[in-house]
Structure formats: structure tokens, C-alpha cells
């Protein structure tokens, strides 16, 4: 007979396992699912996010920013070093560390919470009375356990470029573009999102020539439009990669060191060019391909995502989707609230996400991060508005840090003065933009946070000096 559980959860990203921890701290007994392996073979919760994803690409974006300081910046502050070196190697093991200790933790999380843990694929199998059945695969024989309600958060997969075959050793995805066991001395990238530029910026400070393609006619179109411009001209200025719009790719050519690229320009004119490794980040789609859906009749768009109501609630009774697969931002924070607040309804709690403030963060150097609408968008939708702005260069704290480009952007109603959207490019943004997000979470104006006292020095006195510029009356520029 198949073991009954109150909650199964099918993967353990961060959506998923805390989904999973949640529903068992409410008194739900609950399993979770995931088939993800390390490169020993053994079972390794925490999805794409702690395995190859979030986690080990910040590892690296660290790694890569000290070493450019002590090339390139140490000096300013009266430091000198000589003899710098690079081992690769020892990088990558730090990043791997840092892997290790956050999956693990995740089992003795799960452990702590009296989650049940399995390791394999699940998937829909049918229905008993009320129960779902689970059949999950792996290296033994099928299992199948049941359960009254499901939490699908499989997460997402890297988008195919159509006739190019990823190996992960000359062409790459974002698994392989964390493991270069040497820097390449030419590096190509397809796609400039997050993927694209947050791996580019590691291999370029690590001393790669770093070309970039992109296919859309602008550079982080999601992005507001002057953040999106000032970070092209740091990213092609200072940082030096080379960063190219309207890039139709034709052809890719892999030989046994290299890959040859094959575009044509927004003019319609064709180029050719030669790598030593090339990364495809062309962005990622939901995966449910081996869910099984249609032995339940789970609902699936076009595209391949589940389709829910503003409650993760799927077409099917008791079936949630949370994360990647379902619509919204592909971003672990979303996954994570997603997970807590479905736990909570399926305990009969009350629980919501608002979508419209989550905090959107690119790891680059400036840091780019972002919550709630753009100027873009507010003009499309007719909505009035006023923007204040302050420039970290006018800022003490990023003066002392030696970090100064960049800016904070705020825009709020112009008629009610509640604050509409933040955006930041610059010194420790990702950090930053928490502020805006509790702000717009308690329906504040710029009037709030202008009345605020933030601490001097500091890089949240930007946030400060924005809020007065919507009303004109910025006190430091």
C-alpha cells in the first residue's frame, strides 16, 4: 500500500523545499520530491538556484570583484600589491563550498521540520478517491505514494537555441559557464539578461574578452530605461565588455576548442565570430514536460506553463503550482513567498503574494535591482507622475568606497504622492532596494520616506535624497 501524506511537494528548490518546511511547521504531514544530483552522484536539494543558479553565481561574481580590487583598485587606497595570482581552481572550490553547505543545510532543515525527503523524478500517476498518486522514479525501482493536496514547484530549465547542442565543455549553459576550469581568453555570449550579463561580468574580471549578443533591439528592456543606459555605458565603458543589439544569430559552429558565431546586425549585415567558449543564455522555460498533466488534466498554457488564480491555485482541486512554472517573475525570493503562502492556504490560513513588489536584482558590479513599475510603463498606462533622482557620486559613503557610478530613481503619484516604483543602479543595490519594497507594501508616499531620518554616512541616504527630488528639494545636489 502507498504511504498517505497530507502535502506532497514535487521539487526542492526554493520554492519547493519551503513550500515543504512550511506546510509540515502547520501540522501537515509532507514529503517532498527531487531528483537533483551533485557531481558525486548524490542527492542535492535546493533546486537550480542553490546548485547552479543564484548561490554558486555570486560566489563567483565575488570572487571575480575582489580580484579586480586588488588589480585595479587597492592602489587608490594606499595599498599596493604585487605578484597578484589567479587560481581558478581554488575559486571554483570555494563556490562549490559554499554549494555543499547550503544543500546540506537544506536536509537538516527538513529533518528539523520532519519533512520526509525522497529522491527522484515525480510525476502524476492518477487518483485515488481524493488522494493524488505520485510515481517517483529513480536510480531503483518506482515508488508511488499519495497524497490530498500537491505543490508542483519544478522550476525551470535553460531555453534551446534551436540547432546548437549545449556539451558544457565549448558550448555552455549557465551549469557550464560556473565551471570554466580555465579563463577563456575569448568569450561569447547569447543573451543579455541576468544569466548573460551576471556571467559575463565574472569571465571579463577574470580577464576574458567578453562579447555579448543580443537579440532584442535594447539592452534590459525589463530594466527602466536610464538605469538600462547607464549600465550599458559602465558595462561596455569601464568593464569592457563588448555588448551588441538587434544580433540575429545565424549559425553556430563548434570545433573541438572553439565555436565559430555567425550574425547579422540590426542593418542586416552579416558578421562572423570566433571563440574559445560561448555561454547560451537565451532565458528559461518552465518545467513540466515530464509532469504528466494529462493523466490528471492539470492545466498547461502554450507555452508550457501551469496556469493558476492569484492563489496558486491550479484547475485541479487541491493542486498548487508555484515558482518558474507558473506566471510572474522567475525569481527564487517569488518562488519562496509562493511556497509559504500556498502552505498556508492549504491549512486554511490566509495568504497572498503581491506581484507587483517583488524586488528584481542583476548581481553585476554596479548592482542593478529595481520593484513596482517604470517610467516606461506608467506612461503607456497614462498613470501621472513625478520622478526624484540622486547620483551615488554626490553620496559620502559610496565617495569612501571608492564605488560611485550609478543612481537611485524613485517615482511616485503625482497626485497622491504614493510611491509607484524605485530603481537603483549602483553600490550594494540588492541591499537597497528592501526599503522601497516595505515602503510600497505599506502604501507609502515620498513624502514618508523624504520625512524618514537615515543614517549619515550611508548609501540609504540616495533613497533619502530621491524621495526629495520628486518634490524638488534635494538637499545635496
Keep these: 500500500m502507498a504511504k498517505s501524506y497530507d502535502v506532497v511537494v514535487i521539487g526542492a528548490g526554493p520554492g519547493g523545499y519551503v513550500a515543504a518546511i512550511r506546510a509540515s511547521q502547520l501540522g501537515l504531514s509532507t514529503v517532498c520530491i527531487d531528483a537533483w544530483s551533485n557531481a558525486a552522484g548524490k542527492p542535492s536539494l535546493g533546486g537550480t538556484c542553490l546548485n547552479v543558479g543564484c548561490i554558486p553565481s555570486k560566489a563567483l561574481l565575488e570572487s571575480s570583484e575582489n580580484y579586480e580590487r586588488a588589480l585595479h583598485k587597492f592602489a587608490d587606497h594606499g595599498i599596493g600589491i604585487t605578484g597578484v595570482t589567479l587560481d581558478v581552481a581554488k575559486m571554483l572550490a570555494r563556490k562549490d563550498k559554499i554549494v555543499d553547505t547550503f544543500t546540506t543545510g537544506i536536509a537538516l532543515l527538513f529533518k528539523k521540520n520532519k519533512v520526509d525527503s525522497m529522491h527522484g523524478f515525480g510525476r502524476f500517476a492518477g487518483k485515488n478517491g481524493d488522494r493524488y498518486v505520485i510515481e517517483v522514479t529513480g536510480s531503483g525501482a518506482p515508488e508511488s505514494i499519495e497524497a490530498r493536496h500537491v505543490i508542483v514547484a519544478t522550476g525551470s530549465l535553460a531555453r534551446d537555441l534551436p540547432g546548437v547542442t549545449i556539451d558544457n565543455k565549448v558550448v555552455c549553459d549557465n551549469m557550464g559557464a560556473l565551471s570554466f576550469g580555465e579563463v577563456p581568453k575569448r568569450l561569447g555570449v547569447i543573451g543579455a539578461g541576468v544569466i548573460g ?76 565570430a570566433e571563440f574559445d567558449r560561448l555561454v547560451v543564455a537565451i532565458g528559461r522555460v518552465p518545467n513540466t514536460r515530464n509532469l504528466n498533466a494529462d493523466v490528471v488534466g492539470l492545466k498547461l498554457d502554450s507555452r508550457g506553463y501551469v496556469e493558476v488564480d492569484g492563489q496558486c491555485r491550479t484547475n485541479l482541486p487541491n493542486v498548487f503550482a508555484i515558482g518558474d512554472v507558473v506566471r510572474g517573475p522567475m525569481l527564487a525570493h517569488k518562488s519562496s513567498e509562493e511556497g509559504v503562502a500556498v502552505a498556508e492556504t492549504i491549512a486554511g490560513q490566509v495568504s497572498h503574494i503581491n506581484l507587483d513588489t517583488i524586488p528584481w536584482v542583476i548581481y553585476t558590479s554596479p548592482e542593478i535591482a529595481w520593484v513596482g513599475r517604470t517610467e ?46 524605485v530603481h537603483i543602479i549602483g553600490p550594494f543595490a540588492s541591499e537597497l532596494i528592501s526599503e522601497a519594497v516595505v515602503a510600497m507594501e505599506f502604501g507609502a508616499s515620498s513624502e514618508d520616506i523624504a520625512r524618514i531620518v537615515h543614517a549619515h554616512p550611508s548609501l540609504s541616504e540616495a533613497m533619502h535624497e530621491a524621495a526629495l527630488g520628486v518634490d524638488k528639494r534635494t538637499l545635496n545636489i
Design 197 to 272: 550579463v551576471e556571467m559575463g561580468s565574472v569571465w571579463r574580471r577574470l580577464g576574458s574578452e567578453v562579447t555579448i549578443l543580443e537579440a532584442l533591439p535594447s539592452f534590459l528592456a525589463a530594466a527602466d530605461e536610464q538605469v538600462a543606459k547607464e549600465a550599458f555605458r559602465q558595462f561596455t565603458g569601464p568593464l569592457g565588455i563588448k555588448i551588441y543589439t538587434g544580433a540575429k544569430v545565424e549559425s553556430v559552429e563548434t570545433k573541438a576548442n572553439s565555436v565559430t558565431v555567425a550574425y547579422a546586425n540590426r542593418e542586416g549585415n552579416r558578421h562572423v
Design 376 to 421: 516606461k510603463e506608467l506612461k503607456a498606462q497614462g498613470i501621472p507622475y513625478r520622478a526624484g533622482q540622486f547620483p551615488f557620486i554626490a553620496s559620502g559613503r559610496a565617495r569612501a568606497l571608492g564605488e560611485t557610478a550609478g543612481f537611485v530613481k524613485m517615482l511616485a503619484h503625482a497626485e497622491t504622492d504614493r510611491i509607484l516604483g
